[in-house]
């Protein structure tokens, strides 16, 4: 069982940054892979980003819309990841919700097995 918390969010203006985290609990975190999606307000959870159990950097897969803005990172030996969020946009407001799976990165939500409460990020123009 793995339990998931984030914190870090928060208002912040355009071309700003903020860095979520995201503490996991249990043993097993290190095997699990991470992910990152985003709710905004009338649409439907969207995948952010994701990082493989080992956490390399080659390990890493990106939505288009935040590629080369935003960086996932992880610290097995503390159980937790990171999203780095730069050069934010209005249209990156959204509910920011950490989730972890078994086994490889994918970008559909339905196979995240634990997820976070969120945690709202709010770019104003």
């Known amino acids: 069982q793995v339990q998931l918390v984030e914190s870090g969010g928060g208002l912040v203006q355009a071309g700003g940054s903020l860095r979520l985290s995201c503490a996991a609990s249990?043993?097993?975190?290190?095997?699990?892979?991470m992910g990152w999606f985003r709710q905004a307000p009338g649409k439907e959870r969207e995948f952010v980003t994701a990082?493989?159990?080992?956490?390399?950097?080659?390990?890493?897969y990106y939505a288009d819309s935040v590629k080369g803005r935003f960086t996932i990172s992880r610290d097995n030996a503390k159980n937790t990841v990171y999203l780095q969020m730069n050069s934010l946009k209005p249209e990156d407001t959204a509910v920011y919700y950490c989730?972890?799976?078994?086994?490889?990165?994918?970008?559909?939500?339905?196979?995240?097995?634990?997820w976070g409460q969120g945690t709202q990020v709010t770019v104003s123009s």
């Open positions: 989730a972890g799976k078994e086994g490889v990165i994918v970008t559909n939500l339905q196979y995240y097995r634990y």
């Open positions: 249990g043993r097993t975190f290190s095997s699990y892979a």
């Open positions: 990082i493989a159990w080992s956490g390399s950097s080659s390990s890493t």
